[in-house]
C-alpha cells in the first residue's frame, strides 16, 4: 500500500478503489507515520473483501480489535518476537540505573574523571526485583536478573503457571512494591492499564526505588512519575517503549 495520507487510504478502499478486493493485510508500525492507528474508522472502511489483519508487533494496541470483531476480521499479532530484545534492554535499564552510568558518563565528557556517585550507586546482587506482568518478556528478564543473583518477585492477574521456581508470586500487588528495590512493568496497554502505575502505587515503592518502563508509556501516570522524581521519592525512571510519555 503507498497512500500517502489517511484520507487517501480511505478513498482507496471504497469499492472500485485499487484495494479493493483485498482479503489480508500486514501492517508494520511504520504505517502509523501515514495513516494513524487502525481504530475504528480504519477498520469500518476496509473493504468488504478484508477478511485477516496481520500486526507486526507483540502489543495489539494500534489496532482497534472490538471494531476488528464485528466486522468479523482475524487479527493477529507477534507475541514472543521480541521477548529476549526486550528483556535484555530492560536489563541494561537496571544496570545502567543502578550503576549511575548515564552520570559518569557525562561526567565523562565534561572532564571529570571521579564523578560523586558513589552513594547513589548499587550492585544488582541480592536487590529485588518486582515484575509487574510475568509474560514472555517478564520471564525472560527474570532469567537473565536471576544470574546476578536478584530476587524475583511477581504480580500477575494470577499465579504463572509456567514461572521457574525462584519466581514468587505476590497476590496482592502493594505488598510486592513495598518489598521492591527495582519495578519492571511488562503490561500491555489496554484501557484498564493506562495509568496502572500510578501515584498510590509509586508511593508505595520504598523511597529511592527505579521504575524501568519497557512497556507502552500510558501505562505509567505521568504527573505522578514526575512528582516523585522531583521529591526523591524514585530515585530513577528509565523507559524504552512505543509511545513512552504522553507529552515528552
Known amino acids: 500500500m503507498d497512500s500517502p495520507d489517511r484520507p487517501s487510504f480511505l478513498e482507496a478502499c471504497r469499492p472500485g478503489g485499487k484495494y479493493d478486493g483485498v482479503i489480508g493485510i500486514y501492517r508494520e508500525n511504520e504505517s502509523a507515520a501515514k495513516i494513524g492507528r487502525f481504530d475504528k474508522q480504519i477498520i469500518d472502511g476496509l473493504p468488504q473483501s478484508v477478511k485477516w489483519i496481520a500486526h507486526n508487533g507483540a502489543g495489539y494496541d494500534p489496532v482497534d480489535v472490538h471494531a476488528c470483531k464485528a466486522r468479523g476480521i482475524y487479527l493477529s499479532n507477534t507475541p514472543g518476537a521480541v521477548d529476549d530484545a526486550t528483556a535484555t534492554t530492560a536489563l541494561y535499564l537496571i ?6 552510568f548515564s552520570l559518569a558518563e557525562h561526567s ?3 572532564l571529570k574523571w571521579k564523578p560523586e556517585v558513589k552513594a547513589r550507586t548499587h550492585d544488582l546482587t541480592g536487590k529485588t526485583l518486582a515484575i509487574l506482568g510475568l509474560g514472555g518478556i517478564g520471564k525472560r528478564l527474570a532469567e537473565l536478573a536471576h544470574a546476578f543473583p536478584m530476587r524475583i518477585i511477581y504480580h500477575n492477574r494470577s499465579r504463572a503457571g509456567d514461572a521457574p521456581d525462584y519466581c514468587e508470586y505476590f497476590v496482592d500487588v502493594e505488598e510486592m512494591l513495598r518489598q521492591a528495590d527495582v519495578l519492571s512493568v511488562h503490561v500491555p496497554l489496554r484501557k484498564e492499564t493506562e495509568g496502572l502505575v500510578g501515584e498510590k502505587w509509586i508511593r508505595t515503592l520504598k523511597p529511592g526505588a527505579i521504575i524501568v518502563n519497557t512497556a507502552r508509556g500510558k501505562v505509567i501516570d505521568e504527573e505522578a ?3 516523585a522524581l522531583e521529591d526523591g521519592h524514585v530515585s530513577g525512571f528509565f523507559y524504552a517503549a512505543q509511545s513512552a ?4
Open 225 to 227: 512519575m514526575i512528582r
Open 245 to 248: 510519555l504522553e507529552s515528552r
Open 95 to 100: 544496570i545502567a540505573t543502578m550503576r549511575q
Open 108 to 110: 565523562l565528557r565534561e
